[in-house]
RNA sequence: GCAGGGGUGGCAGAGCCUGGCCAAAUGCGACGGGCUUAGGACCCGUUUCCAUAGUGGAUGCGAGAGUUCAAAUCUCUCCCCCUGCACCA
């Protein structure tokens, strides 16, 4: 049994000790690996070996072809969910304990993290160890966290460089809003997590007949203003009578909704009025200028919109269900006629009344509410992708198309206003209780990512740095083009504050952008007072500009490290690799494209981005509500390092999820055995002459190196795995089996294997290299190269004939068994003659039967005309045979102990002119006749 | 809805770009056999159907149509699944 702990700590010290990891300047070209800083609110799972690890694949693979390899590693502290885990802490929040104690944090320590920074660096502490014992390359000694002082110092550098390009811009924003904290909240500020989904709405304004004041009704369908025949109202609720800021004239709001309109438009009530008082009033349609009613609504809510309806009883279902109850109830509804104002592709549901249609479709012939819901939003479905516009001035354009432009139309003549609402299917809730609504932020800083010029050099940015996997690079594209503002700061949060609304703080994912530039000085400024890290300080240390003596001077920064500095900057951030996670492509990945290009000069762009997938448990995605999370130290303890990233890391490719299960991690751990075991052997074994099987243990050696080259270059990191560790198990049995024992060839083999497999088994790869005899480090150590001389097909193909002719054989005997013959006792093996051979490349190369025959001697035509019938039936398939008859005989005949001992039964091997057999004339090449008796 | 990625054998998952050597790698599972006191591990075989002293045939890679001597692979249409959609890391 390997004893993986002892090995891992072995050699993770010999390498602290030999500060083989530790990034420093040389004459030898850089590599520059960075993985998306974890953050800091809670240790990590086994999922994260992903990122990271695979981030770990690639500078250990680097390091071996001889580049100077860097691997830094910072923590990101910064926003809003340290703080909202803190306060979750304070109010004795059992979910959030029982997620800390699946991570076997001890209540002591909850007890303490109420304090945002205490949580922070309990963290990064957690981590970094988990890190340790993962066996990464890191270069700990520029560690840093995102709210360290000297680390905003570049932020706020960024952000002036943003401004003064014109990238900054102020404007309103709507955003989820809790009222009782006075907060913008998002997704982890909420019950049960939910991401308050905001959409817009309009609100069309309805004259009244006689008075100065107006309905206002909210609508998703601005499109069907023409249809309107007239407004709902609920009678039972109350309203009022106000103004709205920036609109001209009075305006009825229910009371209800008032309440949340109010945080996106000032409004002052006048007086209140009764819904029943509205019902005696006449509005103007503002498109049509008919006169219409003010009914009594069924299902209008009052805190909904505005508490008032526009009812189109022809495209919806529930108006026209009402005004259905309402004749039925008595009222005169003789006025209202549905207009109609689109239509439908034929085969698609239409008719006079389009509602209706879809009120029989779905059962709703009484006011069933579910079942006019369900109608509701299948015509509503239905039109948007098919509906043909019908009315004046918009025929025949697409209802999609149509609505943003009657909207926008409305809008500007001021008929109508936008207002924002929730859309999520039930109300959203703050965590601490009240009712989530929809503010309208004014004042907010965005980032313009939508800026046309910027988004050209993005562009660059992407089409000159690799892309893995490549096919990711559409996900780029399309994100490159999509992203428009960001907002760039918030009222609360850790992290660096925004230098023009200093009593705010820079959105967490902004600051995170072009971080990985402060690992090249992180070590050298570590105790530099931050006042003095100025722009100008950055100006030359990240782009050249000025010189290091006057810098040093004005700054008060010692000379040597300002130079220091800018050396390192220069020669670390020139050739980098960056790595994510797939869902970071719309943001992160993005943003850090954008502010490079506004940023740095092209030697400092970004050279690639390899994006990776996430983790399954037992075909589940692993989350902590379903407590399926496996700790990443956990796991290590219990499956050994290696074994663990052998599985996670190496289980699937980029960009898919990798499968992670107990029985995946054994199946590599019995392979890691075998090598181990014949690791041990080798030295019973003796250096000799080559014979086949060497060639071909050769051979596939040399194929392996090339073909786990290539995939490790593209980082293909499955394919290089089960290159490397189960075909190369059965191989060497495959060696031992057919007679293989020479010293030599098993330890080149070995010594092949064990290299490759450094990246990814880093402690295996060391423990066998030192067992193969050799006192270096396989960290340290060159990366194989194939010698393709040595890949041969003829030694390949010799063993495949092999295992041909015993599944054959074996085939054949048993089903002589079964039909009650006896026991094989012998077997004879036939070997096609040449004229077979040459007739097959005959008629491969001419793809002519006739040709083919004529080129054969006259005596052998006859019986030439009959195989040729039998190869045709496969003219387009037909290859050359690599191998003449000798050596198909010799292959065989050396090898009948092999044959006789998987066959069970005693084996002669014959050539098929010189045999007997009446079965020899079966032969072709490659796949002798067999004569059983 | 928009954008991106997918749909392959009992399961997982390659192959698809660059069509033929693909009834489809590899791993797991299931079944039969060997080994063993027994289990585990290990080894051999089977695992779409039919035929069979073997090398064959049929069906087949979400559904349908097409291109081609030839399609899992190329084209078109449709169906389904996953992920992201913003101020949140």
Known sequence: MIDYKAIESKWQKAWADAKIFEGEISNKKQYMVTAAFPYVNGPQHIGHLRTYGTADVLARYKRMHGLNVLYPMAFHATGTPVLAFAKRIRNGDEELKKELRMFHIPDEEIAKMTDPLYIANYFVGEIEKGMHLAGYSIDWRRKFVSIDANFSKLIEWQFDILNKKGYLIKGKHAVGWCPNENNAVGMHDTKHDVEPEIETETAVKFKVDGEDAYLICATYRPETISGVTNLFVNQDSRYALCRIAGQEGKYYVSKGSIQTLLFQMQIDEEREVHGNDLLAKKCINPVTKAVIP?????????????????????????????????????????????????????????????????????????????????????????????????????????????????????????????IYELANESQVYCRCGSKVVVKMVDGQWFINYGDAGWKKLAKEVLSGANVLPEKSRSAFLSALDWINLRAAERAQGLGTRFPYEKSHIIESLSDSTIYMSFYTISNLIRDVDPEKLTGEFFDYVMLGRGDAESVSKSTGVDFGVVRKCRDSFSYWYTNTSRHSAPELIFNHLTMYMFNHAAIFSKDSWPKQIVVNGTVLSEGEKMSKSLGNIVPLTDGLEKYGVD?????????????????????????????????????????????????????????????????????????????????????????????????????????????????????????????????????????????????????????????????SVIADAKQIIGLMEKKGEKKARSIRIIVAEDWKRDLQGAMAREKDMKKAIESLPDNLKEKGAKYAALLSKHMNELKEVPMVQEEEFLLLSESTVFLEENIGAKVEVEKEGESKSQRAGRAMPLKPSMDVS
Do not use: C
Request: charged share 30%; net charge negative.
């Open 643 to 803: 074994p663990l990233r052998f599985t996670v890391v190496a289980g699937a490719d980029l960009f898919s999820d990798s499968e992670f299960s107990d029985k995946a991690v054994n199946g590599v751990k019995e392979r890691f055995e075998y090598l181990f075991e014949v690791t041990g052997k080798l030295e019973k074994l003796e250096a000799k002459e080559l014979t086949h099987m060497d060639y071909w243990l050769y051979s596939k050696l040399n194929r392996k190196i090339r073909d786990v080259t290539g995939a490790m270059e593209k980082l293909e990191l499955r394919n290089a795995s089960t290159n490397l560790l189960y075909s190369t198990v059965i191989e060497l049995k495959r060696y031992f089996a057919r007679g293989g024992s020479n010293a030599i060839t098993v330890r080149d083999y070995l010594s092949g294997i064990t290299l490759m497999m450094q990246p990814i088994a880093p402690h295996i790869s060391e423990e066998l290299w030192h067992r193969l005899g050799n006192d270096t480090f396989s960290s340290t150590e060159k990366w194989p190269s194939a010698d393709i001389s040595m890949i041969s097909e003829k030694a390949e193909e010799g063993e495949e004939i092999l295992d």
């Open 294 to 418: 003010v009914l009594p609504g069924f299902s209008v809510k009052d805190d909904v919109g505005t508490g008032l309806v526009m009812s189109v009883p022809a495209h919806a279902p529930f108006d026209y269900a009402a005004i259905e109850k309402l004749e039925m109830e008595g009222y005169d509804t003789s006025s209202i006629v549905p207009i109609k104002v689109l239509s439908m592709p034929p085969g698609k549901i239409g008719g006079d009344i389009p509602a209706l249609e879809y009120i029989k479709m779905a059962g709703a012939l009484s006011y069933d509410e579910n079942a006019l819901e369900e109608a509701t939003k299948l015509e509503y479905k239905d039109e948007f992708h098919f509906g043909i516009m019908d009315v004046e001035g918009f025929r025949g354009m697409k209802v999609a198309d149509a609505k943003e432009k009657i909207k926008g139309d409305l809008i500007k003549s001021g008929d109508a206003i936008e």
